[in-house]
């Protein structure tokens, strides 16, 4: 564990924020972080085509400081592709810049840019929209950036691409809108989108490829992806097109999170760092094997200087440059709290409303020093500022995700106790409900709809529809922050030819992955997207939805016990009328997920409902007093 070691990290870690290229119009400055390299080389290219055999010069490198190698030429660089060649025991072995910033086809060769001619127009007054709310006031929509315009049916001209997200007045043949409309009428406030760096897994070579991945294969992290632009042999284009994306989104008021997946990189051996410092970057042990909590076959060793600072200014990068309202950690609980909690405190020196969430599974891996602390839920007292998701939500609603079982919306009373806990953001992890992401769908296992047929055969579809509209109102209405899967709200399915449900469509091509936007036009969908749209915007208007600490929540959401059998229901209080942000004095809230009808008793007072089997919204459609009837399968929301 040499680089481990203290004597390593004293001699090498460098603190300069010089690394890669440093662009002007008269001089471009590189700078290399290589401490075991005998010998270092900068090799320019004519193209980006990493086959091309089109080299124009190698310049050599000069030793530097803490394991830095540097050089600088003369002129305009801009649009000049090059790639760094070092020696290590009498072995050279050439890789892209670890810190690039664009490539050529593939990231096989870097690209120098000058970064203010990729921003579009207006780029320097571009904002988050949502800049000044709380985390727990998102409502999360996760997306990924192909299935959003590859239907045949989405409307929409630049199919599986960036700019796709800038297309306005998409329809389905129906008539309905598709895209950046239908995102904005939503009501959403973050589009959380899948991997969208360089990643491995899709020959950006091939145009006409039908390849598909989700993206957790990363190959350059700061670059992005050249499938999604296009052009990917233009290094200057995938740059341009991802901010013209974003500012897209912010234009129409939604915020942009990142899924970044630092944890593992698609390949160990041949990953840029790992071939310029030979496995510096991967947890590996003495015999040469590579740690797997990943399972994808290397672990990052975030706790040594370098790989840190690495993922430290990789993310403030895409915050600064692009952008980016907020990030999400692919299993981040492979990472070590002091690395997350040093990327939280540099991004918000400039970008304080920037949040931050990731998957804190409890995973095994081998970290190369001692005492190192990983960021699982566990750890989220001294993450302080950093979300989990949290599957007890998850797997409570629909069942677990590793069976068939039925969840508690499907009639599973012994799930009961523990929906309650999660329903008030107590877990026995955390009962922060800022740091608590509630949730019961994401691209990873079945889809909701899905996830519930397995569990109910024989169950006719629409008692399924009512299930999944009352997980949709249990995690909607809950403490926490709100994240939904793309598509749930359309009763999304992904159904393969042999007629079984796809649970891990990570490669499985539009087909199975695409938003089907023309369900749009048939009522059973747009019944079940008017629902979410009407909760959406209930969760919206009422701030004792969306209480941000642990006393809030015990001083004003309240287990009302007077329900029937296998019933839950919840009493919200501001009565004292300090919450600003709440215009009602009290919100009972009651779920049902029984295949009976039930009537609950209410606290004392007249009630105006305004959610109701199917409808939902802020609209009162009804008012009651002293009792309430609640159909099978079904919540009712009511306001005082």
Known sequence: MYYSGNEFEEMYTYNGSDLGFTYSKNQTSFRLWAPTAEEAYVNFYESGDYWKNDLKTSVKMSKAEYGTWTSVLNGDLAGTYYTFTVTNNGKKVEACDPYAKSTGVSGQRAMVLDLSNTNPDGWNNDTNPHKNDKITDAIIYELHIRDFSSDENSGMTFLGKYKAFTETGTRTSGGNSTGIDYLKHLGITHVHLLPFYDFGSVDENDPLSQQFNWGYDPVNFN?????????????????????????????????????????????????????????????????????????????????????????????????????????????????????????????????????????????????????????????????????????????????????????????????????????????????????????????????????????????????????????????????????????????RTKIKEDGTYESNSFNSGDKINSIKWGVLDDQKYQSTLEYYKGLIAFRKMHGLLRLTNTNEVKNRVFLYKDTPKNTLA??????????????????????????????????????????????????????????????PYSSVFLVR
């Open 223 to 491: 670059v992005p992806e050249g499938s999604y632009s296009t052009n990917p042999h233009d290094g200057f284009v995938r740059v341009s097109e991802t901010k013209e994306m974003i500012k897209a989104l912010h234009d129409n008021g939604i915020s942009v999170i990142m899924d970044v997946v630092y944890n593992h990189v698609h390949d160990g051996e041949s990953f840029c760092m790992n071939k310029l410092v030979p496995g510096y970057f991967s947890r590996i042990n003495s015999e040469g094997v590579y740690s797997n909590g990943s399972g994808c076959g290397n672990d990052t060793a975030s706790e040594r200087s370098m790989v840190r600072k690495y993922i430290v200014d990789s993310v403030c990068y895409w915050a600064d440059e692009y952008h980016i309202d907020g990030f999400r950690f692919d299993l981040v609980g492979l990472l070590d709290i002091n690395t997350i909690n040093m990327i939280v405190s540099e991004v918000h020196k400039a970008h304080p409303d920037v949040i931050f969430y990731g998957e804190g599974w409890h995973l095994e891996t081998v970290v190369t020093k001692e005492n190192i602390i990983l960021a699982t839920q566990s750890a989220a007292d001294i993450t302080p500022d950093f979300a989990y998701f949290n599957d007890n939500m998850r797997d409570g609603l629909k069942g677990n995700i590793f069976s068939t079982d039925k969840g508690w919306v499907a009639g599973n009373k012994n799930l009961t106790a523990s929906i309650h806990s999660s329903f008030t953001a107590c877990e026995t992890w955390c009962k922060n409900p800022s740091q608590i992401v509630q949730y019961v769908s994401c691209h990873d296992n079945n889809t909701l709809f899905d996830r519930i047929a397995l569990s109910t055969p024989g169950i006719s579809e629409d008692i399924r529809i009512k299930m999944c509209n009352l997980a949709a109102s249990f995690y909607l209405a809950s403490e926490g922050i709100a994240f939904m899967q793309a598509g749930e709200e359309l009763l």
């Open 570 to 631: 919840f009493l919200f209080d501001n009565e004292d009328k300090a919450l600003e942000n709440e215009p009602s004095e009290q919100i009972f809230i009651a779920f049902n997920p029984t295949a009976r009808k039930c009537v609950v008793t209410l606290p004392t007072g007249t009630w105006n409902i305004c959610v109701r089997e199917n409808r939902a919204g802020t609209v009162v459609l009804d008012n009651v007093s002293e009792k309430v009837a609640i159909s």
